[in-house]
C-alpha cells in the first residue's frame, strides 16, 4: 500500500514537471523573434546571447525535470528565475530604449513561465511570492522608459501565470490524494469481501462436519455406549466422547473449564489410577486454552499409567483464577527420565500444544521418587 501511495503521488509529480517541460521549451522559441528585424537592434549580439542562454538553460531545465520527475527541485527553480532575470536585463539592451516595449513583447512568455515553474515548484509561500515580486520589478526596469499601459497587463501576467500554476499543481495533488483514499477504501472493501467469503467457506465446512458427525457417527457412539456387553470403562469412555461431540455440534464453547477437568479425573479412573484430586476453578481460560490444558493434563495421565509402575499415590492439582492456570500431576512411580524420553504423543502433541498457546509445561524428578509435571498458562506466571 505504501508503494502504491508512492508510485501516485509519484505519477502526479512527473505529469506537473512535464507540462513545465513543454511551456520552457516552447517559450524559449519566442527569444528568437527579435533576431528577424536585425538590423533595427541597437545590440543585435545581446540578442543572440539571450536566445543561446535561454536554449542551453531549457535544455538543461527539460533533462533535469524529466529525470528527477519534480519540480519540488529548488536549483531548478532558482536556476530558471535567475536566467530569467538575465534574459529580460540583458534581451533588453539589445533594443533601443523607444522600442524595447516591442522588442521585449517577445520575450515576455519566457518570463511568464518562470511564474508558473514558481508556482508549481514552490507554491504558496513567502520566498514564491517575493521571487513573482523581483521578477515583475525586473520587467519594469527592463523596459523603462519605454512605459506604456501595456505594462500593467505584463504585471497581471506574472501574477496571473503564478497563481494559476500554484492552483493547478494544488489541485492535481488533491486529485492524487483522493486516488489514494478511494483505492485504499477498494483494498479495505476487498479484504472485507474476502473476510466474509472465509467466514461463509468455514460456516459451511462445520456445518458440514456438524451434520456428519450428527448424522453419522454420534448414533453410532451412543449405541455402543448403551451397549451392556462393555465393560465399564469402554462404555464410560464411549459417553464422554458423545458428550464431546454433542458439545461441539451446538457449539457450546462455554463449557467450564471445571468439567474439562472433571472428565480428565474420569479417566484417570479408566485407566486403573488411584487419583487424588484438588480442582479449585474460579475463573475459566479461554475455550480454546482450557481444551490444551485439559488434553495435555489427561496425556500426563496417560504416561503415569504406562511408565510409573504404580497406580497408587497419584495427585492432579489444578487452579484456575483471573490470572492464569496451574496443573500438577505427580506420581510415585519408578521416575522418568525428560532427556532420555520417546517423543510420543504427549511430549510433542499435547504438550506443545500449551507452548504454543503461551504455557509452559516443565517435568519435574522431585526428592522421593517419582515425576511431577507442571503445567502453566501463561508461562510468565509465577
Same mark, same amino acid.
Given at each position: ?150 505594462l500593467v497587463s505584463d504585471l497581471l501576467g506574472f501574477t496571473l501565470w503564478f497563481l494559476i500554476a500554484m492552483l493547478i499543481g494544488r489541485e492535481l495533488r488533491d486529485l492524487a490524494g483522493q486516488t489514494l483514499l478511494a483505492q485504499r477504501l477498494a ?30 457417527? !454420534?448414533?453410532? *457412539?451412543? /449405541?455402543? #455406549? %448403551?451397549? @451392556? $456387553?462393555?465393560?465399564?470403562?469402554? &462404555?464410560? +469412555? =464411549? ?61 500426563? !495421565?496417560?504416561? *503415569?499409567? /504406562?511408565? #510409573? %509402575?504404580? @497406580? $497408587?499415590?497419584?495427585?492432579?492439582? &489444578?487452579? +484456575? =483464577? ?61
Amino acid at each position: 500500500m505504501e508503494l502504491l501511495r508512492l508510485d501516485v503521488k509519484a505519477a502526479t509529480e512527473r505529469r506537473m514537471a512535464r507540462m513545465i517541460i513543454y511551456a520552457r521549451a516552447g517559450t524559449t522559441a519566442f527569444l528568437l523573434v527579435p533576431l528577424v528585424a536585425w538590423d533595427r537592434l541597437a545590440t543585435p549580439w545581446a540578442a543572440v546571447t539571450v536566445a543561446a542562454l535561454a536554449a542551453v538553460e531549457a535544455a538543461w531545465f527539460a533533462r533535469r525535470a524529466w529525470r528527477t520527475g519534480t519540480l519540488h527541485d529548488p536549483l531548478l527553480v532558482w536556476a530558471d528565475v535567475l536566467v530569467s532575470l538575465v534574459v529580460m536585463v540583458a534581451g533588453s539592451r539589445a533594443a533601443f530604449p523607444h522600442e524595447r516595449n516591442v522588442v521585449m513583447t517577445a520575450l515576455l512568455p519566457f518570463s511568464l513561465a518562470t511564474s508558473a515553474v514558481l508556482g508549481f515548484g514552490l507554491g504558496w509561500n513567502r520566498r514564491a511570492v517575493a521571487a513573482v515580486a523581483v521578477l515583475a520589478a525586473a520587467w519594469t526596469a527592463s523596459i523603462y522608459p519605454n512605459l506604456t499601459q501595456k505594462l500593467v497587463s505584463d504585471l497581471l501576467g506574472f501574477t496571473l501565470w503564478f497563481l494559476i500554476a500554484m492552483l493547478i499543481g494544488r489541485e492535481l495533488r488533491d486529485l492524487a490524494g483522493q486516488t489514494l483514499l478511494a483505492q485504499r477504501l477498494a483494498e479495505e472493501r476487498q479484504k472485507l469481501l474476502a473476510e466474509y467469503r472465509s467466514r461463509q467457506e468455514s460456516m459451511r465446512q462445520r456445518e458440514s462436519a456438524h451434520r456428519a458427525i450428527h448424522d453419522d457417527l !454420534l448414533p453410532i *457412539v451412543e /449405541r455402543v #455406549a %448403551g451397549s @451392556p $456387553l462393555l465393560d465399564p470403562p469402554t &462404555a464410560r +469412555a =464411549a459417553r464422554r466422547a458423545a458428550q464431546r461431540a454433542r458439545r461441539f455440534i451446538t457449539d457450546e464453547r462455554t463449557t467450564a473449564f471445571a468439567d474439562l477437568m472433571a472428565e480428565v479425573v474420569e479417566s484417570a479412573v479408566d485407566l486403573g489410577l488411584e487419583l487424588t484430586h484438588v480442582l479449585r476453578v474460579h475463573h475459566d481460560p479461554p475455550p480454546e486454552v482450557g481444551e490444551v490444558l485439559a488434553s495435555a493434563a489427561r496425556e500426563a !495421565l496417560n504416561n *503415569v499409567a /504406562r511408565h #510409573a %509402575g504404580n @497406580p $497408587l499415590g497419584v495427585h492432579l492439582y &489444578a487452579a +484456575a =483464577a483471573d490470572d492464569g492456570v496451574t496443573i500438577v500431576v505427580r506420581d510415585r512411580g519408578r521416575g522418568f527420565s525428560p532427556g532420555l524420553a520417546r517423543q510420543g504423543g504427549g511430549m510433542s502433541r499435547s504438550f506443545a500444544a500449551v507452548e504454543r498457546h503461551g504455557g509452559s509445561c516443565t517435568i519435574e524428578q522431585p526428592q522421593g521418587g517419582g515425576t511431577k509435571v507442571v503445567l502453566r498458562w501463561p508461562e510468565e506466571r509465577e
